[in-house]
């Protein structure tokens, strides 16, 4: 199966081509951009495809991450993923960014707690063990998460993890590979359409043209 993953919900703006036979990522383009994600993601869709060697008739599942993470991110992604799939008659699945972040920690029984920095104080937070997820995506307050993060033997990964040490302190934005995205997404059972996971409400209005019903 060829799956075309796609992210745009943090400052990266990244796509791959995934052949779930073998495998295989066949092709990936990756830009840290921070904005602008309208304008870059169709062309980064085109040059990860033509470097794969294929064309878009040729995928057969699309893998898009659907949050939490820049809320105008996320509608462009999921609104480009979703008009995609449609258009090529196949399926669309939505991958959150906590469970990419959990799959970067290393490998162990420990719970693995995925925190990002939503900053104001509040943190994107999800517990995981070998893989599986232990509870659902939330928004949390920073003294919820350094509670959670505070649990013995836990691994903590993501942005958040700076705050343990400095609740005040300036955190970097998360990066992660484009080919966990494309892993996941080849394992996802579609569930209805792929939804953005906002958990909090935009802090600007999103870009024009790319707009994407929270149905």
């Given at each position: 199966m060829?799956?075309?993953a796609?992210?745009t919900a943090?400052?990266?703006?990244?796509?791959?081509?995934?052949?779930?036979?073998?495998?295989?990522?066949?092709a990936?383009v990756?830009e840290?951009?921070?904005?602008?994600?309208a304008?870059?993601?169709?062309a980064?869709?085109?040059d990860?495809?033509?470097?794969?060697g294929?064309s878009l008739?040729k995928v057969?599942?699309?893998g898009v991450?659907?949050?939490?993470?820049s809320f105008?991110?996320?509608?462009v992604?999921v609104?480009a993923?979703r008009?995609l799939?449609l258009?090529?008659g196949?399926e669309?699945?939505g991958?959150?960014t906590?469970e990419?972040?959990?799959?970067?920690a290393?490998e162990?029984d420990a719970?693995v707690?995925?925190?990002i920095n939503?900053?104001?104080?509040?943190?994107?937070?999800q517990?995981?063990r070998?893989g599986?997820?232990?509870?659902?995506p939330?928004?949390?307050?920073?003294?919820?998460?350094?509670a959670?993060?505070a649990?013995?033997g836990?691994?903590v990964?993501?942005s958040a993890?700076a705050l343990i040490?400095d609740?005040?302190?300036v955190t970097?934005?998360?990066h992660?590979?484009?080919d966990i995205?494309?892993?996941?997404?080849?394992?996802?059972?579609?569930?209805?359409?792929?939804?953005?996971?906002?958990?909090?409400g935009p802090d600007a209005?999103?870009?024009t043209?790319?707009?994407?019903?929270?149905a």
């Open positions: 060829i799956v075309l796609i992210d943090g400052v990266d703006c990244a796509a791959a081509v995934f052949d779930s036979s073998t495998d295989t990522v066949l990936r990756s840290t951009i921070g904005r602008g994600h304008e870059r993601l169709m980064m869709i085109e990860a495809v033509t470097s794969a294929l008739d057969d599942k699309i991450t659907v949050g939490p993470g105008t991110g996320i509608r992604g609104a993923a008009g799939a258009a090529l196949i669309c699945v991958v959150c906590l990419v972040l959990a799959r970067t290393p162990g719970p707690l995925a925190g939503a900053h104001r104080e509040e943190v994107y937070v517990t995981f070998n599986l997820a232990l509870d659902e939330a928004l949390v307050t920073l003294e919820d998460f350094l959670r993060a649990v013995a836990t691994q990964i993501g993890s040490a609740p005040e302190a970097e934005p998360d992660y590979p484009i995205v494309a892993r996941i997404s080849a394992t996802t059972k579609a569930q209805g359409k792929a939804k953005p996971l906002y958990l909090r209005k999103p870009q043209g790319f707009a994407v019903s929270r």
